[in-house]
């Protein structure tokens, strides 16, 4: 049991979800690995929602308000992590979920399906009907009603491939990830280079504060958006707080 006043216990809960994902059935093993690389880049990051992915989340919001066919696609580390908060989302924007796997099992599928119904889902697509054109992993299965014919796509946690194609079907591609080198931050539309646990509930704000506008402001605001200048932007900030812990700042006990 990790007690409330540990000084990394929303860290250590966090990795919890995921052992508990995996233990579930629901999260992969891998899920594990990926969970690890995403904590490395949030130290860098400073653990908190930066400048840059706030706009970008905003952005998303806007973008998945516009969509005239929005999906969410949900994988085991989404399912673990952020369950209560992207069937918010989903409710709020009008989007369904989609369970969409890298690593995919029928059995996790139906797991994770099973997971979000119990937790108050009613919008999903369940299919696996068609075929992302290009992939040949087992992330090209997608439901013909929806990812298929989707317009914005919101990618939590993807792989550049996957990515890439649904780009190059032309699709509005939202993606999240801590990491802005990765292919996914390079190739999205708009990337949000922040942790699930506070982009999903930060894109569902923004997406309450902007429902009631008029599609017109909507597009203003999506307006000339720049991926490029998020991912600088996002890197930028990275660096500020790598050299904001000069070895001046660093506690080293000393040796009696
Ligand atoms: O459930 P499945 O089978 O679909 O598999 C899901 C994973 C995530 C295991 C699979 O897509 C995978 O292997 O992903 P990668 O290639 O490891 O990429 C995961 C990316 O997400 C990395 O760039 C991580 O930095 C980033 N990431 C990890 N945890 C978080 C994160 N980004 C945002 N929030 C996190 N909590």
Excluded: W
Aim: aromatic residues 4%; glycine residues 6%; hydrophobic residues 40%.
């Amino acid at each position: 049991m990790i007690p409330k006043s540990h000084p990394r216990y929303l860290s250590l809960m966090t990795r919890e979800l995921i052992v508990e994902g995996v233990r579930n059935g629901i999260t992969s093993t891998q899920g594990l690995i990926a969970q690890g690389r995403g904590e490395a880049f949030d130290y860098l990051i400073g653990e908190k929602s930066t400048d840059s992915a706030l706009a970008a989340e905003k952005i998303a919001a806007a973008q998945l308000l516009l969509a005239k066919r929005p999906v969410i696609s949900v994988n085991g580390n989404v399912a673990a992590l952020v369950p209560a908060e992207i069937i918010k989302l989903g409710e709020i924007v009008n989007a369904p979920l989609e369970v969409n796997l890298f690593h995919r099992t029928e059995d996790r599928v139906d797991k994770i399906i099973k997971h979000l119904h119990s937790l108050g889902a009613r919008n999903l697509c369940v299919k696996s009907d068609a075929l992302i054109p290009g992939i040949d992993h087992e992330r090209a299965k997608v439901d013909s009603d929806g990812i298929l014919r989707a317009d914005v796509v919101l990618v939590p946690l993807e792989d550049g491939d996957r990515c890439k194609a649904l780009v190059d079907m032309g699709k509005t591609v939202i993606a999240i990830d801590l990491n802005p080198l990765s292919r996914t931050a390079q190739c999205a539309t708009v990337t949000i280079v922040d942790n699930i646990i506070r982009a999903v509930p930060n894109i569902s704000k923004f997406a309450g504060e902007l429902k009631g506008l008029r599609k017109e402001e909507l597009r203003k605001t999506v307006r000339g958006y720049d991926n490029k200048e998020t991912l600088c932007n996002a890197i930028y900030e990275i660096k500020m707080n790598f050299e904001s812990f000069s070895c001046q700042s660093l506690y080293i006990p000393p040796i009696i």
